[in-house]
């Protein structure tokens, strides 16, 4: 488990502790009684996208940030987390789909998503390309394009996740 799982397990875990949670099935532990990965990423990430995705991730940054230079590195810093977190719920989504082909028989599943992630990621380099142009090459034109790609990533987090159960 890397540090980026090692720290969404630990987050939960203690939000668990603190009873702010859901409760979980028995199914939803190993031996050792520690809540799994999936699930916790699962109720972190769908309980607390919805107050992430709320506002422009450069608006969100000009909060603690005084410079243009402030808020660029930290939406550059949002772009990273959003990316971590999509590699991690595209592999819970990856981990479903070859699930599903193995008990369905039929290799469909994965594949499907594999394209799609592909289209998705096309998709989103494409219209946050868009989205700078319209800055005309200004100073602001890299924090709108890492912006798009922050609520775009978001957004798709969303989604992947929606299928792992």
């Known amino acids: 488990m890397g540090p ?9 875990r203690a939000c668990l502790e603190r009873g702010l949670g859901r409760t979980f099935r028995s199914d939803d532990t190993v031996g050792d009684g520690t809540v799994t ?3 916790s990423l699962t109720v972190a990430m769908l309980g607390f996208l919805p107050l992430a995705a709320s506002a422009d991730p450069s608006l969100e940054c000009s909060v603690s940030a005084g410079s243009q230079v402030e808020i660029a590195e ?3 810093q949002a772009e990273t987390a959003v990316d971590e977190a999509l590699g ?3 592999r819970f989504a990856s981990d479903a789909a070859k699930d599903l082909d193995e008990i369905t028989g039929r290799e469909v599943s994965l594949p499907a998503l ?3 992630q592909a289209a998705w990621a096309a998709y989103r380099d494409a219209h946050c390309e868009f989205v700078g142009s319209i800055y005309g090459g200004g100073s602001g034109t890299g924090i709108a394009v890492r912006s798009c790609r922050v609520e775009l990533g978001r ?9 792992t159960q």
């Open 37 to 39: 990965l999936k699930r």
């Open 114 to 116: 594999e394209s799609g």
């Open 4 to 12: 980026v799982e090692a720290g969404w397990v630990a987050a939960v």
């Open 88 to 90: 991690i719920a595209l």
């Open 155 to 163: 957004a798709r987090i969303a989604e992947l996740m929606q299928y």
């Open 74 to 76: 930290c939406v550059a």
